[in-house]
């Protein structure tokens, strides 16, 4: 039997691949991180962000997202609260659920692009309270809080 040496350079794959064997192992543990994560961990945050944006208290019961290209979010069980003078337990509006989809794409690119918008169940009651004042008139968009830019791209 011949035993051949195995020059330097030629370095097991392992080593000569190691920041692509990284690359890999990190964006595998992204994926199961993210199919495993319970994003109701979230669901403060875009409560407070809702209420601020709409002047108006605004729950969640489920908050869920499944990872893509385009993310699927999605909103279970949303209110948004009467404002102050309307009975406390009654609601401007209620919707059972609210799936979006963002392309990741164009929100690289600074843009907010929703291809996909699914309501399911959404009931509104307008009214108007003892002051007279209608509960559709949202203080945080009056005001210009809101933060939303509106294209007719």
């Given at each position: 039997?011949?035993?051949?040496?195995?020059?330097?350079?030629?370095?097991?794959?392992?080593?000569?691949?190691?920041?692509?064997?990284?690359?890999?192992?990190?964006?595998?543990?992204?994926?199961?991180?993210?199919?495993?994560?319970?994003?109701?961990?979230?669901?403060?945050?875009?409560?407070?962000?809702?209420?601020?944006?709409?002047?108006?208290?605004?729950?969640?019961?489920?908050?869920?997202?499944?990872?893509?290209?385009?993310?699927?979010?999605?909103?279970?069980?949303?209110a948004v609260a009467n404002?102050?003078?309307?009975?406390?337990?009654?609601?401007?509006?209620?919707?059972?659920?609210?799936?979006?989809?963002?392309?990741?794409?164009?929100?690289?690119?600074?843009?907010?692009?929703?291809?996909?918008?699914?309501?399911?169940?959404?009931?509104?009651?307008?009214?108007?309270?003892?002051?007279?004042?209608?509960?559709?008139?949202?203080?945080?968009?009056?005001?210009?809080?809101?933060?939303?830019?509106?294209?007719?791209?």
């Open positions: 039997m011949i035993a051949m040496a195995v020059p330097a350079e030629d370095a097991s794959f392992a080593r000569r691949h190691r920041g692509w064997l990284i690359a890999v192992a990190c964006v595998v543990v992204l994926i199961v991180a993210g199919a495993l994560f319970d994003w109701n961990w979230f669901r403060p945050v875009v409560e407070a962000r809702l209420s601020a944006a709409l002047g108006r208290a605004v729950t969640i019961d489920h908050l869920a997202v499944k990872l893509s290209r385009a993310p699927l979010i999605t909103l279970d069980r949303i404002p102050q003078g309307f009975p406390p337990d009654s609601h401007l509006g209620e919707v059972d659920r609210l799936s979006l989809r963002v392309d990741l794409r164009q929100l690289l690119h600074g843009t907010v692009a929703i291809p996909e918008l699914t309501i399911d169940h959404p009931v509104s009651r307008l009214e108007r309270g003892p002051s007279r004042e209608p509960n559709w008139k949202l203080a945080g968009l009056a005001e210009g809080k809101s933060g939303i830019v509106t294209s007719t791209k």
